[in-house]
T-cell receptor
Framework: AQTVTQSQPEMSVQEAETVTLSCTYDTSESDYYLFWYKQPPSRQMILVIRQEAYKQQNATENRFSVNFQKAAKSFSLKISDSQLGDAAMYFCAYRSDSWKSSGDKLTFGTGTRLAVRP | ETGVTQTPRHLVMGMTNKKSLKCEQHLGHNAMYWYKQSAKKPLELMFVYSLEERVENNSVPSRFSPECPNSSHLFLHLHTLQPEDSALYLC?????????????FGPGTRLTVT
């Protein structure tokens, strides 16, 4: 079974600075997707960024980028030029590309709470 | 707000009560999901519906009973719950099932079982 580990329960960053959130995962599969989700205090979870495992190039979405290290099974999220609105819980998630192994299941980590200091 | 709404936003119920959670999506999606989010635990997938047919039941106790009357609506019927069932229940939808399709989440229902 796949597992996702976020070892940082809480992080803090100064506004305009850069912060990196860590995520590691365990899988025996070669084809899968990785995601970072953001859950602000209002509780509506939104997708921040997605990475397909077959792509070597790291995904980027504006100020958000990932460092995907497939061999190390690491998938960290970097937030540049942090803004107050970035304060939220961030969840790393894994999804198999194989229906047989896990159906339609997203496996989540326990989350990292990010605080942004003004 | 995304196109996924959930009602009620907060619910307090006794262990002998029967209540229902409602989810509605306005995105034209064909797949809908129920997740349970407990404090300091990963989100847990409970049920998946595709085109109104349940395609996954992730070993959820029978005191949780889902219903999907059409592709826009999803319910979670609750009865004889336990205090450990207190959690945030999130609904999500996607165009189709499968990893290539982004899931859009609702704001959740905060359930407290007394």
């Amino acid at each position: 079974a796949q597992t996702v580990t976020q070892s940082q329960p809480e992080m803090s960053v100064q506004e305009a600075e850069t912060v990196t959130l860590s995520c590691t995962y365990d899988t025996s599969e070669s084809d899968y997707y990785l995601f970072w989700y953001k859950q602000p205090p209002s509780r509506q979870m939104i997708l921040v960024i997605r990475q397909e495992a077959y792509k070597q190039q790291n995904a980027t979405e504006n100020r958000f980028s990932v460092n995907f290290q497939k061999a190390a099974k690491s998938f960290s999220l970097k937030i540049s030029d942090s803004q107050l609105g970035d304060a939220a819980m961030y969840f790393c998630a894994y999804r198999s590309d194989s229906w047989k192994s896990s159906g339609d299941k997203l496996t989540f980590g326990t989350g990292t709470r990010l605080a942004v200091r003004p | 707000e995304t196109g996924v709404t959930q009602t009620p936003r907060h619910l307090v119920m006794g262990m002998t009560n029967k209540k229902s959670l409602k989810c509605e999506q306005h995105l034209g999606h064909n797949a809908m999901y129920w997740y349970k989010q407990s404090a300091k635990k990963p989100l847990e997938l409970m049920f998946v519906y595709s085109l109104e047919e349940r395609v996954e039941n992730n070993s959820v106790p029978s005191r949780f009973s889902p219903e999907c009357p059409n592709s826009s609506h999803l319910f979670l019927h609750l009865h004889t719950l336990q205090p450990e069932d207190s959690a945030l229940y999130l609904c999500a939808s996607s165009l189709r099932t499968g990893p290539a399709y982004e899931q859009y989440f609702g704001p959740g229902t905060r359930l407290t079982v007394t």
